[in-house]
């Protein structure tokens, strides 16, 4: 088990949040003891055969157990295959980009989740998503279908489906409230939310719920190949291909359902992300989102983006003010090798605007009619900065929690700058 998910996730405790998870589904799923549950030392809490209720959840709440509880408790999945297929189905139909990424995919696509064979854990995490959080499991869905259809083989496609649909297991065992509020979180929320790729993990592994290939999706989910992914800041090859597809399409699909103009805004994503994704993984994704029409008309009015430019290039100008004043000051290993992250993420996010040249647009890009495209580039060029500065105000808001309390202090300016190059707040895991 890895260090850092242990004070998340023991699997001879019973997480209360899982716990309540299974509480709240047993009114529509028929969930109950398989077999006899026993504590640690011995004495029976549950008898095989009963239902939860709140007497015998306080009970499990409050007593270690000799086998852990995922593998003693049955949930029903009867229905879970027609739900797959119903879900995609009503998914495509809502939104065409997806039906329209996919192409003649689409049948394929539905004819393998028909035969789809998953574990029976892995099948009963499932159904819980899809009961208790119904917006997890439609992000699943569309995750799942982006990663099948970037997959460089049909096996590669098999074990990529089944991660894509399970990538947020980890869900079922946090607090809703750190993943469900939009605002920004506190340090401890979110470390507690960057662990759900190791808690998920561990829930794969220990419980050995589905194959290790899969588990290790699970795990780098969000891993970039530059190191600034979580939650190992893992380089490089030590990201492995599927998982780099996996996180690109957890990316795409965010962008999917948050953003005003989808196509343009992943089309731009793409470019200013050379640095994140290998060119393997990258490259096929940007061809696919080539094909895909980009929408027309402003974002915002020219006046309101030009100040929008205006404020961004003025909060990095003080971000870099910041940067001189710490490396002005006397710090230990640990907060030179901070500063030192974050100014090869400073510099890896000014050359992606010199990349798409935001550098020649805030000079000289012209008002009135012919010139729209300049400024609708613009837009989503500034939406994507914003994105990556939230993105690096988390990273910089867990990494504080390595320093002593001074040296925390000289990074604090920044975190509130990163925030700030944001126009609004989007929920927690885009």
């Known amino acids: 088990m890895h260090r850092e998910s242990d004070s998340l996730l023991t699997l001879e405790n019973v997480n209360q949040h899982f716990l309540a998870n299974l509480q709240g589904a047993d009114s529509q799923l028929a969930v109950h003891a398989s077999q006899d549950i026993l504590a640690a ?19 499990l709440a409050n007593h270690r157990l000799r086998q852990p509880l995922e593998t003693q408790l049955q949930v029903d999945t009867t229905g879970l295959l027609a739900r797959l297929r119903e879900g995609m189905q009503q998914l495509l139909a809502d939104d065409p980009l997806l039906a329209a990424w996919l192409e003649q995919g689409q049948r394929t696509l539905q004819r393998e989740l028909a035969v789809l064979s998953l574990p029976p854990l892995a099948a009963q995490a499932l159904q819980l998503i899809a009961n208790r959080f119904p917006d997890v499991f439609r992000h699943s869905l569309r995750v799942a279908a982006l990663a099948w259809s970037l997959a460089p083989s049909p096996r590669d496609a098999q074990l990529l489906l089944v991660a894509g649909l399970l990538h947020d297991v980890g869900y079922l065992y946090l607090d809703p409230a750190i993943w469900q509020q939009g605002g920004p979180l506190s340090a401890d929320a979110w470390r ?15 419980l050995r719920a589905v194959p290790p290939e899969v588990a290790n999706l699970i795990l780098q989910h ?53 640095g994140q994704f290998s060119a393997a993984v990258r490259v096929p994704a940007q061809l696919r989102a080539a094909r895909l029409p980009r929408e027309s008309g402003l974002l915002q009015p020219v006046d309101a983006l030009q100040s929008s430019l205006h404020q961004l290039l003025l909060r990095f100008a003080r971000v870099h003010e910041v ?11 640990a907060g030179w090798q901070l500063f030192g992250h974050l100014a090869m993420r400073l510099n890896s996010i000014q050359r992606a605007f010199n990349s798409v040249g935001l550098d020649m647009l805030t000079k000289h890009a012209p008002e009135g009619e012919g010139h729209e495209p300049l400024w609708q580039e613009l837009a989503w060029v500034i939406n994507e900065t914003n994105w990556l500065s939230r993105h690096l105000s988390r990273d910089l808001t867990r990494q504080r929690l390595k320093l002593a309390a001074d040296e925390s202090e000289l990074f604090e300016p920044l975190v509130v700058l990163f925030l700030g190059l944001t126009s609004k707040t989007v929920p927690a895991g885009l």
């Not at 989808?262 to 994503?269: D, E, I």
Request: no cysteine; net charge negative.
């Open 41 to 59: 030392n011995g004495t029976k809490l549950l008898a095989r055969g009963s239902r939860l209720d709140s007497r015998s959840s306080e009970l």
């Open 192 to 206: 507690q939310f960057d662990a759900h790729p190791l808690i998920g993990y561990v829930w794969a592994s220990e």
């Open 323 to 333: 940067m001189q004043h710490i490396e002005s000051q006397t710090m230990g290993e």
């Open 222 to 274: 969000h891993e970039r190949v530059d190191g600034s992914g979580y939650p190992r800041q893992l380089r490089g090859e030590a990201v492995g291909h599927n998982a780099e597809v996996l996180a690109l399409a957890e990316m795409a699909a965010g962008i999917f359902e948050h953003a005003r103009q989808p196509v343009g805004q992943l089309q731009v994503a793409l470019k200013l992300l050379p």
